[in-house]
C-alpha cells in the first residue's frame, strides 16, 4: 500500500465516525397545542413545566428538539386550524392538552403520535380504547381514573 492510499484510507476511517455522529443528531418536532389563551398564567406554567421536564432527559429546544406551541384560546375554530396545520406538517409527536384538541387530532390523523394531558376519562369519551392499552396513535395522561375514585369513596364511606 502506498503512503497516500495509507493516508486516505486512515483519514476516512476518522472522519467517518464525526460524520455518522453528525448523522444521529436529528432535531426532533414536538407540536404543542394548548387549549388556554397565551396569557394564561396555568398555561404557561405547565409549559415551562414540561420544557424543564425535556431538559432533565437531555432534549434542548433548539438543539435537539424544536418544540412549536399554539394557544387555541378556548376557540373551536382556532383548534382546527392548529390541529390542521400541525397534521400537514407532521411533527415527530403532539402534546395536547384539553379534550377539543386530543377528539380534533383523533379525527384528523391515525398516524402521528398523540400524548394528551389534562383530560377526565379519556375512555368513556372514546379518545382510546383503555387506560392499560389504548391502541391506535393516542396515549397520555389522565387527571382522575373514576373507576378507582368509586372504589376509593366507597371503602372510605364504609370505614365511616
Known amino acids: 500500500m502506498r503512503r497516500r492510499e495509507f493516508i486516505g484510507l486512515a483519514g476516512g476511517s476518522i472522519a467517518w465516525?464525526?460524520?455518522?455522529?453528525?448523522?444521529q443528531q436529528t432535531v426532533r418536532h414536538v407540536a404543542v397545542i394548548n387549549v388556554r389563551r397565551e396569557t394564561d398564567p396555568l398555561g404557561q406554567s405547565q409549559l415551562k413545566a414540561f420544557r424543564q421536564g425535556l431538559e432533565k432527559f437531555g432534549w434542548i429546544d433548539?438543539?435537539?428538539?424544536?418544540?412549536?406551541?399554539?394557544?387555541?384560546?378556548?376557540?373551536?375554530?382556532q383548534m382546527r386550524e392548529i390541529v390542521d396545520e400541525f397534521v400537514a406538517v407532521k411533527p415527530d409527536v403532539i402534546v395536547a392538552s384539553g379534550t377539543p384538541a386530543v377528539a380534533a387530532l383523533k379525527r384528523a390523523t391515525s398516524t402521528i403520535p398523540v400524548v394528551f394531558v389534562g383530560i377526565a376519562e379519556p375512555v368513556a369519551q372514546g379518545l382510546i380504547t383503555n387506560m392499560a392499552r389504548?391502541?391506535?396513535?393516542?396515549?397520555?395522561?389522565?387527571?382522575?381514573?373514576?373507576?378507582?375514585?368509586?372504589?376509593?369513596?366507597?371503602?372510605?364511606r364504609l370505614r365511616v
Not at 62 to 77: T, Y
Open 17 to 23: 465516525p464525526l460524520t455518522a455522529r453528525a448523522q
Open 62 to 77: 433548539g438543539r435537539n428538539v424544536r418544540i412549536d406551541v399554539r394557544w387555541a384560546g378556548g376557540s373551536a375554530e
Open 134 to 156: 389504548p391502541g391506535g396513535n393516542i396515549t397520555g395522561f389522565s387527571l382522575v381514573d373514576f373507576s378507582i375514585v368509586g372504589k376509593t369513596s366507597c371503602r372510605i
